[in-house]
């Protein structure tokens, strides 16, 4: 439990990332069911089916932007160069990112929200 004692954003980051990655296996394999028993005349879609749609893609959102942050600070575009000398996690375009990161879900998650709605 020593991972948890110094929760940071990085570690925070690191944890959805996991989580979302197996939430999206999961989905792909109910998905895969779900449409075939919905071939068959087996199952109907339900209403509410939309609105877990929305949830989904916004996992997917975050699950993707996430990964390109990922690629970009192993790339070195989101650190400084010096990044042994000074914290990388503080770093202003790495900040950015974050930042924009959470702004790109939360709209996704209302834009689908939206677009069902509507």
């Keep these: 439990m020593i991972w948890f004692s110094k929760l940071n954003i990085e570690r925070l980051l690191a944890l959805l990332h996991k989580i979302t990655g197996w939430t999206i296996l999961g989905?792909?394999?109910?998905?895969?069911?779900?449409?075939?028993?919905?071939?068959?005349?087996?199952?109907t879609e339900p209403e509410i089916f939309k609105y877990f749609l929305v949830l989904i893609g916004s996992i997917v959102v975050f699950h993707a932007m996430n990964g390109i942050r990922i690629i970009l600070?192993?790339?070195?575009?989101?650190?400084?160069?010096?990044?042994?000398?000074?914290?990388?996690i503080y770093y202003k375009p790495h900040r950015i990112y974050i930042w924009s990161m959470i702004i790109v879900t939360i709209l996704s998650f209302f834009i689908g929200l939206y677009l069902v709605i509507r």
């Design 73 to 88: 600070i192993e790339t070195g575009h989101l650190i400084p160069k010096h990044h042994m000398e000074e914290p990388w």
């Design 27 to 43: 989905y792909l394999i109910v998905h895969v069911i779900f449409v075939n028993r919905l071939a068959h005349g087996e199952l």
